[in-house]
């Protein structure tokens, strides 16, 4: 697990074909949706429509390259999704198509997944096993109503639900595989370096990361693009805190409360709180690099967030009602995250980038089989594969044990330290 390096796929890469069949599939049918929106019915979210692509092309479907046929999943339902989330409709087509050149996370996590990055890091494609598919299906309503219900929301943003099917040839046969995959949230801002990262679950059981050096992000010295996705017990073990101040912790623990109120209702279970800390003391290589914008340290100790998750303030081209949109989602109201506070709620000097990931793993036979063995040898409460409500009560006893104000407050006023 690496945090935001990725390997190109371009013409000649295993995957190219696959990743392009997802753009393509995905452009045409996210432009195809753009009629007036109606308030949706049941319906819309049993909805599934289908495409298919040839060298020739057809009166529904431009001309492309492979042939394979696309399958998008509620479309009208996504497309109210990503208005709820703020995603103008133009940004989001640019982001995932103008060029066919996606990265693929280089370590895909043990569930077989493969990640791939937007050309601008913005958005997320992950491919999902049938089961988790099938789950988002039934359970895409409650995740709606949720979304509506929770603006501030820290579960993963679902911004598309899709499905390409490809032919492959198998000792002289032709077959088709099925490949589902869905669109979400990068939760890390693309322009600002993440200093360190955990995914975390409240659980101990194999939950470290072995690192050769002892991790702690005020190491300079650290290679900034390699750096591993720490667990719970490097967490533990190097006495981590999230810190809030009162006012943040209270606003984070009643989310959070309510999230994973809904995650074990839906009977879900093995999802992370995903953090992305910011140290803003370090001062930022990624910026510098692609803007060359020497206005950072400027931008960031006048308090300001002067930049959008796109990295610009350009919304002149948006065509959606962005009021209730990024910028005022309580957790990404700074540079796409949050800042550390002290104990009278004064910002201090750390960007964090949270939210809940991977969750979508329904609470199954093999699941039930695997806490039956575990348990055995080890104490439940140590495991990961543990029913919902158990899961939901540890993950949120975890984090909110977690959370300390920032030790002293902020000294704002200090120039750089070189
Ligand atoms: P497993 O089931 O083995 O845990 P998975 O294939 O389901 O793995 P995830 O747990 O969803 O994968 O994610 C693996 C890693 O990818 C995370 O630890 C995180 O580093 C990164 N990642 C996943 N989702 C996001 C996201 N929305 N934003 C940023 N990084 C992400
Ligand atoms: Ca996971
Ligand atoms: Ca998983």
């Known amino acids: 697990d690496r945090v935001l390096v990725g390997n190109r796929v371009s013409e000649g890469h295993v995957n190219f074909t696959i990743a392009y069949n997802m753009l393509t599939g995905i452009r045409v049918a996210v432009s195809r949706c753009s009629g007036i929106m109606k308030p949706l019915t049941n319906t819309d979210f049993k909805l599934t429509k289908k495409l298919v692509f040839d060298y020739h092309g057809n009166e529904s479907t431009p001309s492309s390259q492979y042939a394979f046929k696309f399958k998008d999943y509620s479309p009208e339902v996504f497309r109210e999704l990503r208005c709820l989330f703020g995603i103008d409709p133009a940004d989001y087509l640019m982001s995932l198509t103008s060029k066919y050149i996606l990265s693929e996370l280089n370590s895909p996590g043990k569930s077989g997944s493969f990640f791939y990055f937007s050309r601008d890091y913005k958005y997320i494609i992950k491919t999902i096993h049938h089961s988790e598919h099938r789950h988002l299906r039934k359970t895409l309503k409650n995740y709606y109503n949720h979304v509506k219900e929770n603006p501030n929301t820290l579960i993963s943003q679902f911004y598309g639900l899709h499905r390409v099917k ?109 953090l992305g800390i910011h140290d803003m003391d370090r001062g930022n290589d990624l910026l510098n690099l692609d803007d060359g914008n020497e206005n950072y340290n400027d931008n960031i100790q006048k308090g300001h967030a002067p930049l959008t998750k796109s990295g610009n303030n350009n919304n002149n081209n948006a065509r959606v009602d962005n009021s209730h949109a990024f910028g005022l989602h309580y957790f990404q109201q700074y540079e796409g995250g949050i800042r550390s506070s002290d104990k009278l709620d004064h910002d201090t000097n750390k960007i964090y980038f949270i939210g809940i990931i991977d969750c979508l793993t329904n609470y199954n036979i093999i699941k039930r089989l695997e806490t039956f063995i575990r348990s055995i040898n080890h104490d439940l409460s140590e495991v990961s594969a543990i029913p919902p409500k158990a899961y939901s009560d540890r993950f949120y006893t975890f984090i909110s044990k977690s959370i300390e104000p920032s030790p002293s407050i902020s000294t704002s006023t200090s120039e750089n330290v070189s």
């Open 166 to 274: 490809m032919p492959f040839s198998y000792k002289n046969q032709i077959k088709h595989r099925k490949i589902y995959f869905l669109v979400m949230n990068n939760l890390f801002a693309p322009h600002l370096d993440i200093h360190a990262s955990y995914d975390l679950k409240g659980s101990t059981w194999g939950r470290l990361t072995p690192t050769e050096s002892h991790p702690n992000i005020y190491n300079e010295n650290d290679d900034d693009t390699n750096r591993p996705v720490l667990k719970d017990l490097n967490w533990i073990n190097s006495n981590m805190h999230i810190e809030f101040g009162p006012l943040k912790k209270q606003k984070f623990l009643e989310q959070l409360r309510k999230d994973v109120t809904l995650l074990s209702k839906l009977n879900i279970m093995d999802y992370s709180l995903l």
